[in-house]
Each structure stands twice: as structure tokens, then as C-alpha cells.
């Protein structure tokens, strides 16, 4: 199991004065010291915290590998071509929501054009790429069929239940990944995971990654990042080491 750690809150409390601190970048070299496999960060076409300067210097400064998550239009595929990452996750994007409300759409229509294009450009480009989809089997299969490498399952639902009734949306979230596995594609989980919730969805055999952000964030304003880091990789491999 690896632990992305998403860092785009830094860069929110930054915007919110428009000045240079905190610096995500610093953040995410810290999280590499508290034991971070990866870092994630989303370029968002508004650009409401993570900046183009931001992902140049995160590219030149970290050692592990970086997902860059991105809307699947033209603009942003071209700054990933330029960039490039590791990783590159499309995620659907819409400018009134707080944070990413859902997976992608991925019926015929334009939504599912724009992600194919994207999806052939990066991999020509030899980019490792990811789609951000529900839990459900019909966005497992399109995924498969559009060739990409990963799929990243969205556990906002899961997260928003409260504890009792959580079962059922781990029960989707594990059919959904086996699902993933049997077809050929790498299966990455995130979007709500807390350091009280993660342990059901860490301990899913089928899933290889998580992403997390503002839990590991939020517990840092208390006791500083390496720690955060540290507890919430501590948490997720325990809950892989469990019978």
C-alpha cells in the first residue's frame, strides 16, 4: 500500500493572502520525511490554490513520484506534456464546488471524448494515467476500455456515512477494485479518507494506493507534518498487516 499525500490545502491557506507562505513545496519534502510514497497535488483550472510555478519547483525538488491531478481539457494536458509527472489523474472539475464532488462522467458523449483525447495524448507522451471514477462496475469497464493505466475510486460516499453504515460502501468500494484488478488496471482509492475512517478502505487487498490530503493536513496545524505523516502511514499499513 502506498500513501499519496495530497498537498493543495497548504497552498489554500497561502492564496488566501496572495503572499509566499506556506510554501507547498517545503510541505511536500516534509511529507517525504514522515514517510510519504508519493505526493499529489491538483492543478485546477481556476487555479484556486495550486499554482503552474508550484508543480515546476514540486517536479524539480521532490524524490518520490508526483500525481498530478488536472481536468481532461486541451489547456491542462499541455502543461502535464510539459512537465511532466509521474502520474497524471483526470479528474472532473466544476468552479462552484468546494472540493471534487464525484467521479468522472464517463457516457458518450463530449465528457468521454475529452477523456479519451487526453488519455491517448498522455500516453503517447508515455505518461502513466489514472481516471477519478465512482465505485460503480460501468466506469470501471469504460475506464478499461479507454486503456488507462490506473483508476483512482472516489470514497466521498463513504466517507460522508457515518460509521454504522459504512458496510455497505466498503462492499462497493471492495467489488469495484477486484473489478479494476481483473481487468488490468492498477486501483488507487481517495477523497474524504480521515485518520478515523481509512482503516476499512487501507485494508482492501485489491486497492495499491491512497490518496490524502486535508485530514493529514488539518492534523499538521497540531503537530507538525513529518508527524502527521508518519501516523496516518502507520494507520494505513497496520490496517494492510491485519488478518
Excluded: C
Excluded at 485546477?44 to 508550484?54: G, K, L, V, W
Amino acid at each position: 500500500m502506498r500513501l499519496f499525500v495530497n498537498i493543495d490545502h497548504v497552498a489554500t491557506v497561502r492564496q488566501a493572502r496572495r503572499t509566499d507562505e506556506p510554501d507547498p513545496v517545503r510541505a511536500a519534502v516534509l511529507a517525504e520525511l514522515g514517510g510519504a510514497d508519493g505526493i499529489t497535488v491538483h492543478l485546477r483550472e481556476d487555479r484556486r490554490h495550486i499554482q503552474d510555478r508550484d508543480v515546476t519547483l514540486l517536479l524539480q525538488t521532490v524524490r518520490t513520484p508526483v500525481n498530478l491531478e488536472l481536468a481532461a481539457v486541451p489547456e491542462m494536458v499541455d502543461i502535464a506534456l510539459a512537465a511532466p509527472p509521474a502520474q497524471v489523474t483526470l479528474v472532473p472539475e466544476r468552479r462552484e464546488e468546494v472540493t471534487t464532488e464525484g467521479g468522472l462522467a464517463l457516457s458518450a458523449g463530449s465528457s468521454v471524448d475529452s477523456v479519451a483525447e487526453a488519455v491517448m495524448r498522455l500516453h503517447q507522451a508515455k505518461i502513466r494515467t489514472s481516471l477519478f471514477v465512482d465505485p460503480d462496475p460501468a466506469a470501471v469497464h469504460q475506464s478499461a476500455e479507454l486503456g488507462v493505466d490506473a483508476i483512482e475510486l472516489h470514497t466521498g460516499e463513504f466517507a460522508n456515512l457515518p460509521a454504522p453504515e459504512r458496510d455497505g460502501q466498503v462492499e462497493r468500494l471492495r467489488r469495484a477494485a477486484a473489478l479494476g484488478r481483473s481487468l488490468g488496471l492498477a486501483v488507487h482509492a481517495g477523497h474524504g479518507l480521515t485518520y478515523e475512517n481509512v482503516r476499512p478502505v487501507a485494508s482492501l487487498s485489491d486497492v495499491e494506493e491512497l490518496n490524502i490530503g486535508h485530514s493529514i493536513i488539518s492534523r499538521a496545524v497540531f503537530v507538525g507534518l513529518e508527524r502527521a505523516v508518519r501516523e496516518m502511514a502507520e494507520i494505513v499499513r497496520d490496517a494492510r498487516r491485519a488478518p
